[in-house]
């Protein structure tokens, strides 16, 4: 049996021997399997179980933990910290999901998708996937989504490649992006750039904003920081 379709995944750190791939075969089963010697050789991890439309779609290698891997699959996302001896469900949702590490926190992780017939899911894991806070906003719901990444540089940025476009998430900020200090994720898929606020909030010692210096310029009677 041969896959058609193929997920691979290397770790972007020095552990260059461990290659995770995965996919489905000629009967829509679906698997991942894994080599710990350079992609020499390959054992299978995980397999549907003969049941079909269960296939490996996507593969996030942590970039620090060898051993630790998210698999996005049409449904669900199983999580493994021991090189696939064991896996675990840790999201189900109706999408085949697809999955990125942030680059900046390794602690956070992204997964989004659609369903055969459309209509998008985005999920956010501030704890390693342990747990799963919907992040999927109006914008999104509405969109079919063929690929997930985060951005090589910014925390708590992700890039979303839908139907109609790329969605940009922030994952930072205050209300409408993310008030941390409200105890809530209440994270929303926006298009371009960050919403505005829509009322300053309370100045709080130890607040900061990180901005581009390239991109500051004066305006008038105040600075424009551009993307903050």
Known sequence: QFPFELSLEVPPTALLDTVWAGGETSIFQGFTILSRDGGASFKVVWDSGGIGDNQTSDIAAHPLA???????????????TDHGQTFREVLAAPARFFLDWDRANPARAYAAGSPNGG???????????????????????????????????????????????????????????????????????WPGVCPPIMSPGPVILGDAIAVDLDAIREAGDHVDLGEA
Do not use: N
């Open 66 to 80: 060898d051993g630790m891997v998210l698999t996005g699959h049409e449904g669900f996302v199983l999580r493994t």
């Open 119 to 189: 209509g998008g899911h985005a999920f956010f894991t501030p704890d390693f996937g342990g747990h799963w806070a919907d992040v999927t906003g109006t914008a999104l719901a509405a969109r079919t989504v063929f690929r997930l990444q985060a951005d090589p540089g910014r925390l708590g940025v992700v890039y979303a490649a839908t139907d109609d476009g790329v969605y940009r998430h922030y994952g930072g900020g205050l209300p409408l992006c993310l008030d941390a200090r409200a105890g809530v994720d209440a994270f929303v898929l």
